[in-house]
């Protein structure tokens, strides 16, 4: 059993979960956790969707109120770090404190990757990855009639969604050939796009913004790389994010497209991990570097730590998935870049159907859409490494539960 104090940078979902699960795993030592945010703790999906629809209060967001903190002895520090001293084994924060380790755990998760362009720094340009930009753009939302989307992956649909809803004119520019490319098949892309569009959303593919027009200090709109010219009164930026390694590379740390761990999520100094959105690890079921956004991901890695920090060493291979609420449709998908056949299960015309996804003849990952049970079946399956043909899974005959 590692000796504390435990130290965690962060205090998104994979901080918060790594302090909670070392006290569940009989930790006795010391827990700090720094959270660089003006807000207690929270969970950072409804941002983009029930949130950021109006439904819910920012407490509804919290993952533990004050009194959890007290009662598990979990010291919660507003404040940053700014620097690693690895030698003296000890964390300076930006309010000048320094603070002793035994273990450091480095969660920082990532920011938003912001657009090299005139204007994109007014006030009408939004970006949606904390609780302070969801509420902003809440408030937007009540005011703007046209809002132009850069961006088709997962939270640039989920805000054009919300935002068609809620009655304003919604333009979607993506710079690939289709939505979601990069996390998705071509039939599931396929089938949301269509969504979007019956819905009202126009999607523009293959092209990028040239400039972003502005009357002083409002938007007015948004030229893009083909000639077109989109009106616009607010402009939601969802490019994608870049990994916080800085305060890892300055303290000598490998860093790549992440903070290079093992798979025991360790870095090269052996009293300091880094887990979630910043952390690039060695995976042994996909067989090289990975770095994953997802809450399952931050969730894991974090149960993962804790396990090894508390004596019981394990290595981190939990199988990926990610959700998104789009208008009605749910969607849950895994990791299935690489396949090379699909078999499709369901009623694509009803919307409830799934794409089981193969790599030469072996199941490699399933994208449902308002089907969970296949999504769980899948999660069960892949777990246990197990598969099923193509044939077996495009028969609705077949029973699914007769595998497990």
């Known amino acids: 059993m590692a000796k504390g104090p435990i130290i965690i940078a962060g205090a998104g979902h994979a901080g918060f979960q790594l302090a909670a699960c070392l006290r569940q795993e009989g930790f006795p030592d010391p827990i700090v956790l720094i959270n660089d945010e003006g807000h207690l703790p929270y969970q950072r999906p409804p941002l983009s969707k029930a949130y950021l629809k109006g439904t819910g209060c920012a407490e509804s967001l919290i993952f533990r109120p004050s009194k959890f903190y007290d009662d598990q002895k979990i010291e919660l520090i507003a404040d940053r770090v700014t620097s690693i001293e690895r030698n003296a084994g000890q964390v300076t924060l930006a309010s000048g404190s320094a603070l002793?380790?035994?273990?450091?755990?480095?969660?920082?998760?990532?920011?938003?990757?912001?657009?090299?362009?005139?204007?994109?720094?007014?006030?009408?340009?939004?970006?949606?990855?904390?609780?302070?930009?969801?509420?902003?753009?809440?408030?937007?939302?009540?005011?703007?009639?046209?809002?132009?989307?850069?961006?088709?992956?997962?939270?640039?649909?989920?805000?054009?969604?919300?935002?068609?809803?809620?009655?304003?004119?919604?333009?979607?520019?993506?710079?690939?050939?289709?939505?979601?490319?990069?996390?998705?098949?071509?039939?599931?892309?396929?089938?949301?796009?269509?969504?979007?569009?019956?819905?009202?959303?126009?999607?523009?593919?293959?092209?990028h913004v040239n400039s972003i027009a502005a009357d002083g200090t409002k938007v007015t709109g948004v030229s893009l790389s083909d000639g077109t010219s989109l009106p616009a009164d607010l402009v939601v930026v969802g490019v994608g994010v870049l990994p916080n390694v800085e305060l890892a590379a300055q303290a000598g740390l490998p860093t790549a497209s992440g903070i290079i761990v093992d798979e025991n999520l360790l870095t090269a100094d052996q009293n300091i991990s880094a887990i979630g959105d910043c952390a690039i690890y060695a995976s042994q079921r996909f067989g090289g570097p990975l770095r994953l956004e997802s809450v399952q991901n931050a969730a894991d890695q974090a149960r993962c730590v804790a396990a090894r920090l508390t004596g019981k060493n394990k290595i981190y291979d939990a199988l990926p998935w990610f959700w998104s609420d789009q208008g009605p449709d749910k969607q849950i998908v895994g990791l299935t870049s690489g396949c090379d056949r699909v078999a499709v299960r369901g009623d694509r015309a009803q919307g409830s159907f799934s794409i089981f996804c193969?790599?030469?003849?072996?199941?490699?990952?399933?994208?449902?859409?308002?089907?969970?049970?296949?999504?769980?079946?899948?999660?069960?399956?892949?777990?246990?490494?197990?598969?099923?043909?193509?044939?077996?899974?495009?028969?609705?005959?077949?029973?699914?539960?007769?595998?497990?």
């Open 358 to 404: 193969y790599r030469a003849n072996e199941l490699i990952g399933i994208e449902s859409v308002n089907r969970a049970g296949d999504h769980m079946f899948g999660r069960r399956l892949l777990g246990a490494g197990g598969s099923i043909s193509p044939e077996q899974a495009a028969d609705m005959t077949f029973d699914l539960k007769g595998v497990l």
């Open 100 to 207: 002793k380790y035994g273990h450091l755990v480095i969660a920082t998760g990532a920011r938003n990757r912001m657009l090299a362009l005139p204007n994109a720094t007014l006030d009408d340009v939004r970006h949606l990855r904390s609780l302070d930009e969801s509420e902003s753009l809440r408030h937007k939302m009540k005011v703007a009639r046209h809002a132009v989307v850069i961006g088709a992956g997962f939270i640039g649909l989920e805000f054009a969604a919300t935002a068609r809803r809620a009655g304003l004119e919604v333009d979607v520019v993506e710079l690939a050939e289709r939505v979601m490319s990069r996390a998705v098949t071509t039939e599931i892309s396929k089938f949301f796009h269509e969504r979007h569009a019956a819905a009202g959303v126009r999607i523009h593919l293959g092209v």
